[in-house]
């Protein structure tokens, strides 16, 4: 009998266990700051630890879902704009766990600036209340909007402020605009203007005598020669009349005047 000689390898490589376990977070969105997102995930696995799969999210925004859930579903808002990367896991009866990511964009919501004034007409150095507590933004921002004003009378200088209103006092008759610039926490900004009529206030003439004035010139020369004039004094103009006061006369003004003094007897009137 011939021997015959063999070498044979019996060694056993390991097998490794193959889960099924796979987790999908679902396709990326786009969404507006303060909108909620609804993230829709799912997971797979065997037939025998599908209906014990258990879901987490992390959103990228610093929240997380509250626990492990049984439902691969969950929702969030974004309240800044910017790219997030929300992460799904996935964990099986044996704790064998899968994640899937998805993008998340989200866009900033312009603010829409609204103006109105309590008045608009006034006479002049009247003061008037404007206020932008109409304008919106998002809930998130709009305790973060920046207003600023400008008012035609000013050259529209810049006045910016965190106020939602002011108060502003037109000295000089017109028209005048007056603007106004929202501006949110993404540099994102609004305008409105309204228009103001600013009427000018007749002045109210009143009557003061004093007796016994000694008149000089030239407005005791001036009132013997006319019966009404004016003097250039500095840079204000006065109106005079010279008239007899009786019982049954007296005299009359009519037109729009600076000042205004009356001359008889050398008694002066000022009005």
Known sequence: MVAVAANYDCSIEPVSWISGLEADAGDAQTVDEDETVNLLGNGTDTASDISGLTYFWEFGNGNNSSGWS?????????????????????????????????????????????????????????SIRFDAERSTDTDSDI????????????????????????NHTFTGSGDWDVKLTVI????????????????????????????????????????????????????????????????SKSCKFTGNFHHLFLIYNHTIGFL
């Open 184 to 247: 949110d926490d993404d540099d994102a900004k609004d305008s409105a203007e309204i228009t103001v009529r600013v009427e000018n206030l007749m002045p109210i003439a009143k009557l003061y005598i004093a007796h016994n004035v000694v008149i000089n010139p030239p407005w005791a020369d001036y009132a013997k020669s006319k019966c009404s004039g004016w003097v250039q004094l500095n840079s204000m103009r006065f109106y005079f009349f010279a008239c007899r006061l009786t019982k």
């Open 70 to 126: 049984s439902s691969p579903d969950a929702s969030t808002i974004y309240t800044a704009q910017g790219e997030y990367t929300a992460t799904l896991t996935v964990k099986d009866d044996n704790n064998a766990t899968d994640n899937s990511t998805v993008t998340i964009t989200v866009k900033n919501v312009d603010p829409v600036a609204k103006l109105r004034a309590d008045k608009t007409t006034v006479d002049e150095d009247e």
């Open 143 to 166: 305790a973060d909007l920046e207003f600023i004003w400008q008012f035609e009378d000013e050259d529209y200088a810049e006045h910016p402020t965190r106020s939602s209103s002011i």
